[in-house]
């Protein structure tokens, strides 16, 4: 038992020991944290202390800072307003001093011209009557006084104005003349092409004759569908090696040739495979007609025109006038038009350019659109937005409208120069004789004429006259009318040049 009892004593009197030992430390240690949690205290409220004083003293600043910023904008604002005022009065005092100069003025002319209409009125009654009285004395009314003046006044210079008309035509003929001769000449020198002409067959080439008979079909079904989806007549005759197809479209014709290769190729030809493959040709044939468009504007230099645009010129590929190949013809028109324009003052090569590429664009459609090619024309470029200065001068390339800019003049000499020009096109004999002769026709008509020749492919009508009916200065005269009576009456390209020539032959005999 007391084993027991004295460890435990010893605990409770160690442990009595131990409070009161360490308690005093512990005070102490309390005294030291609440003295330096004072001190932290204090510190903390002098730094409190001097932050708001610099706050308050930066925010003093601050606002004297903003308050002269405002102060310097404001007083800046009111010198501009002052400015703007005094410029302001300033306008209005020349404002009004200009209207009551304006308004002096318009009373000075009001004025002026009432003063000018009573003038006029005093003048004409003096007129009047010293009409009157002229006419009683002359016993002359005054038309028939002014007809007589007239009369005495046409005879006694009509050959001298006769005269002067004359060298003054022969001088203008010559410079136009030559002018006209040096730009056609340069425009002609710097574009050159081939000329080649569309015909109405189209030739495929087969491997064996053999292939004709599965092109025919059983009772004929396989051409009978090919032509009725085509359009396109198929021949097939005893050639060896081909096949031709027929048809004015040359753009149904070359979608028929790409088909039926297409189906020579394949082997299995019936009216389903047919119908596939002209599908396909079709479809490879409009991509054609963009690319061609593209390359034709390409070319010349040109971009802006929309895809709707290039389509429709690529299709002038596919469309012939008098064997000419319409888009080849466009090209050729563009580049001549750009040449001569540049020749010529006031007018825009490139409007010329871009309205000779388009200027047959209607032909592209105008087997599927009622109208003349030039208004169908019109109708696509102004409906797709095109610049009206070209609209304006591709329009009146046939005369279908005015000339209404020295574009359109110039585009129309570039037109008929490529048509005109020998071997761009190709006319039947029939068509070719009755124009010959209608020439002939129209220069016999006149009085005093003996012969007429039509030559140089119908570029030029000489007319002999008799020189005792005749005289020169009515030579000249008749040059004239008859140039006026082909142009309204004949349709030919380019122009006719018409010579009168009159001959005096006197003889005598020697004895």
Known sequence: MLEILLPVAGIIVGAILSYFLVKPKSKQLQELAE??????????????????????????????????????????????????DERMARREETLDARLEKTENAREKYESAKRELEEKKREI???????????EKISALSKEEAKNLLLERIEEEISPQLAEVMERRVELMR????EDAANILVQAIQR??????????????????????????????????AFEALTGVDVIIDDTPGTITLSSFDTFRRYVAKIALEELLKDGRIHPSSIEESIKKAESSAEKLLLDLGKKAA????????????????????????????VLSHSLEVAWLAEAIAQEVPGADPEVCKRAGLVHDIGKAVSHEVEGGHAVIGMEILEKFGIDPAIVVAMKSHHEDFPYESIEARVLQAADAISASRPGAR??????????????????????????????????????????AQVNDLESEKLSFEIARKIEKNCQYPGEVRVSVHRESKFEDTAK
């Open 191 to 224: 574009y050159s092409s081939a000329t080649t002409a569309e015909t109405t067959v189209t030739i495929v080439k087969i491997e064996s004759d053999a292939l004709k008979g599965k092109i025919i079909g059983r009772e004929g079904r396989n051409i009978n």
């Open 174 to 177: 010559q410079h136009a003349d």
């Open 426 to 467: 190709r006319e039947t004999l029939e068509k070719y004789i009755k124009r010959l002769k209608e020439l002939e026709s129209i220069a016999s008509s006149f009085a005093g004429v003996q012969k007429v020749f039509a030559i140089q492919a119908g570029r030029e009508v000489r007319v002999f006259v008799n020189a």
């Open 298 to 325: 390409q070319e010349l230099g040109i971009t802006g025109f929309p895809e709707q645009i290039l389509r429709l010129i690529g299709r002038l590929r596919f469309r012939s006038s008098y064997g000419q190949n």
């Open 124 to 134: 004409q009654n003096r007129l009047n009557e010293q009409n009157e009285e002229l």
């Open 35 to 84: 003295k330096d949690a004072e001190r932290t205290r204090n510190a903390a409220e002098k730094d409190a202390k001097r932050m708001i004083e610099e706050a308050r003293r930066q925010a003093q600043e601050m606002k004297q800072t903003i308050r002269t910023e405002a102060e310097q904008n404001q007083k800046r604002f009111d010198d501009l307003q002052k400015k703007a």
